[in-house]
């Protein structure tokens, strides 16, 4: 169970969209949650990894290698 205070904006505009499509907000929320938690788990991966790359704990590997070892070449 999960209790979250939305601006009345977002409140109203979230009702709408549920009374028009016969759906719970509860639905969209979900939808809203799961599909932005995707994002924000790669950029805070991103960034945990640029970080290790700038200390020099992670390596790097050419684009160009990449290409080559997948064969993706031109």
């Known amino acids: 169970m999960l ?10 505009r979230l009702d709408r969209l549920a ?7 509860s ?16 950029a805070y991966l991103a960034e945990k990894e640029l970080a290790e790359i700038r200390a020099g704990k992670a390596k790097t590997i050419p684009l160009e290698e990449v290409m080559r070892e997948y064969e993706l070449e031109d």
């Open 3 to 12: 209790a979250i205070d939305l601006p009345e904006d977002i409140q109203m």
């Open 19 to 25: 009374k028009a499509t016969g759906r719970p907000k």
């Open 27 to 42: 639905f969209y929320a979900r939808e809203a949650i799961i599909e932005y938690l995707d994002d924000l788990e790669d």
